[in-house]
């Protein structure tokens, strides 16, 4: 096996093993030794990785090949030296005479394994990112554009702006992040240990202090071929992809008002203005004038990345991170030629890349364990196309070979990394070659032997299968290409069944870890719904109780009201019974009075003499009114008798009633559907 590169290959990849701090675990990784017959430093290429000795699904040992594999010892200097990264930025800056194009920087491997160690390093050692921009500015220094003082030089950096992006000074740039920070700075911490920075208020956030930052290791030996007699800018950016979506990180970290949940998602698209190459649309760019100023807006951009405290790894990224250094660069104006030529823009781009995790190694749940899902489906596209990309790198040696489509519009991922690497993507654009690419697979030998051997699978340049004796005689696998039969001779099979077998072995491996995690999800979904019934159950339960509460208040509230209109109708009653009374008793009154009358004149008469008796006419008047009276008197007493006795009747009637009359709200309290009837297990409601 070699690991020739063809010119074709759209990435250099490297491999960094990193070292383990896990004791009790087996090694899986053994990086190959080669016979050295010269003096030069050795740089191992090959790695095999032997399936663990409990391994019961008797797969192969596989061989894999890198530009260059870096072992364990190997530090950020050397990384930064030697995976070609100096390159990528003089082609950035644009040597004297030479092109300039973009670059990328990726690093790609399993969670914890080391990609945001070697992109941002640590508390005591710089990262690429660091590294990249120390050596930037260094080279730059003399020839930075000095927008401190020229509004003309900020102008002409926005009109030159092909990305509708929002381009502002650092200064700005800290002023709408911490406003009223005078200079008592503090470091923030790890955005994963702390509540979200963006959810801070704004008085409670301090700008980070360079004086904190590492300056180690330095690189100040190190030397780019650049262009003097030019004018340069430096524009920092900085985004990340989190479920397909590409979020601004300074947008958001400038923004006082918006929660992170609330972040608008931007386009990758051609612009007005770069018609023939897709951009990221509408980001906020900051000028820097010196790296103390890049190294502030790095870290208040990281800031507002989402890491989360996984088993796998306490700040796990779960989110793809961009973070872009555009150089523009313009010749000087001189005597000559006393205008400036137009600027134009390079970018190198560095992407930390979240990690491919296994579900039930990273214990993650809920939104965790879906970000993970999203997580792993874009590396799984990434995959693919680095697979394809090294495949049509292999072939292009053949003659004739036909070069295959690399499925790179798949994700937001794969279009951002892959876009601008073909000529007819990102060679379009005028005076500037297409994107060259560094991909550092990170990979810890003492890790998932699973996760990490699918990875190694995919980037590898290229990969050599040793497949095991197989004990059964005749096995049948299942493969995406369809049922093979096996015929097992004890030793290894021909070239096309080994080809077949790696594919279903692959696949199987692949179909086993999707299981994974829907049957995670499952657990996941299962646990939710039991919890939802619990809820709606209890919620039942309280309405129940809620209710009878309300029908209790309701009784007794009517209950009261039915008392006073009781009082209310007995005292009307009573009233009335009294008027009846009275109204008897006057009458009564009336008739004795009258009888009374009539009998005290017939006393009367009999008593008085002769002498004094009126006359005949007067007595035959008198007469006449007695007889009246008395003649009148006598139907009048039967009527009022009548009267009398009806009315008592009535009387006795109503007091009988009355007496008879039963408490309603006894009657009501019988008809509680609360109360059940002892026994029966009936409600009142029931009957
Ligand atoms: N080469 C190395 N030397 C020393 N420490 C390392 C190295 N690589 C990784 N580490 C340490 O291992 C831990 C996990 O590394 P890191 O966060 O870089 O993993 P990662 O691949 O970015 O994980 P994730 O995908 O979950 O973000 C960190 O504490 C880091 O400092």
Redesign the pocket.
């Known amino acids: 096996m070699d690991n020739h590169k063809p010119t074709t290959s759209l990435f250099d990849v490297y491999l960094?093993l990193?070292?383990s701090s896990a004791v009790d675990r087996e090694r899986f990784l053994d990086v190959e030794r080669e016979k050295q017959h010269t003096d030069e430093p050795y740089a191992p290429t090959h790695i095999t990785i032997h399936p663990p000795a409990n391994d019961n699904r008797k797969r192969a040992v596989e061989k894999f090949a890198f530009t260059t594999v870096f072992e364990e010892h190997v530090g950020q200097r050397e990384i930064f030296e030697s995976t070609g990264i100096l390159p990528l930025v003089e082609g950035v800056l644009g040597g004297n005479g030479k092109e300039r194009r973009d670059g990328l920087v990726a690093t790609l491997?399993v969670?914890?394994?080391?990609?945001?160690?070697?992109i941002l390093g640590?508390k005591s050692e710089r990262g690429i990112t660091q590294l990249t921009l120390d050596i930037l500015f260094k080279r730059v220094e003399a020839g930075l554009v000095d927008i401190e003082t020229s509004h003309v030089a900020i102008q002409s950096l926005c009109s030159a702006d092909v990305s509708e992006a929002h381009l502002i000074t650092a200064a700005q740039f800290f002023d709408s992040v911490y406003p009223g920070d005078s200079g008592g700075f503090s470091r923030a911490t790890t955005p994963a240990l702390e509540t979200s920075f963006l959810s801070l208020p704004a008085s409670k956030r301090h700008l980070p202090r360079v004086s904190t930052f590492p300056q180690y290791p330095p690189i100040d030996d190190i030397s780019l071929d650049m262009e003097t007699n030019a004018e340069y800018a430096i524009i920092i950016s900085m985004y990340e992809v989190y479920n397909d979506r590409i979020y601004d990180l300074l947008t958001a970290a400038s923004s006082t008002t918006k929660t992170p949940q609330k972040r608008r998602a931007l386009l990758f698209k051609p612009t007005e203005a770069s018609p023939d190459r897709k951009v990221v649309a509408g980001l906020c760019k900051v000028i820097c004038s010196s790296l103390a100023e890049a190294l502030m807006v790095l870290e208040t951009g990281l800031q507002g990345r989402r890491v989360a405290d996984?088993n796998?790894?306490a700040?796990?990224?779960r989110s793809h991170g961009f973070f872009c250094m555009e150089v523009k660069k313009r010749r000087r104006s001189s005597q000559a030629l006393p205008i400036s030529s137009p600027w134009t823009s390079s970018t190198l781009t560095i992407v930390?890349l979240?990690?491919s995790?296994r579900a039930r190694t990273a214990k993650t749940a809920g939104a965790t364990l879906a970000e993970a899902g999203k997580i792993n489906e874009s590396l799984m596209y990434l995959g693919q196309c680095m697979q394809m990309q090294s495949d049509n790198a292999r072939n292009s040696l053949a003659p004739g070979a036909v070069e295959k489509m690399v499925p790179f519009r798949q994700c937001k991922l794969t279009e951002l990394l892959f876009s601008n690497s073909f000529a007819s993507n990102g060679g379009g654009r005028s005076g500037q070659q297409q994107q060259k690419a560094v991909m550092i697979v990170?990979a810890d030998p003492l890790g998932d032997f699973n996760a990490t051997s699918q990875i190694l699978r995919y980037s590898a340049l290229a990969r050599e299968v040793t497949v095991p004796r197989i004990p059964s005689v005749t096995s049948t696998i299942l493969s995406g290409t369809g049922a093979v039969a096996l015929k097992a001779s004890g030793c290894t099979t021909p070239a096309a069944l080994q080809g077949e077998l790696e594919q279903a072995l692959a696949d199987i491996s692949r179909l086993r870890e999707e299981l994974e995690v829907t049957q995670l999800l499952l657990e996941e979904e299962t646990r939710r719904r039991q919890d939802a019934e619990n809820a709606w159950q209890a919620a039942e339960g309280r309405m129940e109780e809620i209710e009878a509460e309300v029908r209790e208040e309701v009784w007794t509230e009517m209950e009261a009201k039915l008392a006073l209109e009781q009082r209310r109708w007995r005292a009307a009653r009573d009233a009335e019974m009294d008027a009846q009374d009275e109204h008897l008793d006057r009458k009564l009154e009336l008739l004795t009075h009258q009888l009374s009358v009539y009998e005290d004149d017939t006393a009367d008469k009999e008593n008085i003499s002769d002498s004094q008796l009126p006359s005949d006419k007067e007595a035959g008047k008198e007469r006449v009114q007695v007889r009246g009276i008395g003649g009148d008197l006598t139907p009048k007493y039967a009527e009022l008798e009548e009267e009398n006795v009806r009315l008592r009747e009535e009387v006795a009637l109503m007091r009988r009633e009355r007496e008879s009359v039963r408490s309603p709200s006894k009657k009501i309290r019988v008809l509680k559907p609360s109360r059940r009837w002892q026994g029966s297990g009936i409600g009142v409601e029931d009957v």
């Open positions: 960094r990193r070292p491997g969670t914890g394994s080391g990609k945001t160690h070697t640590s996984t796998s790894n700040v796990s990224s930390d979240a990690g995790e990170t």
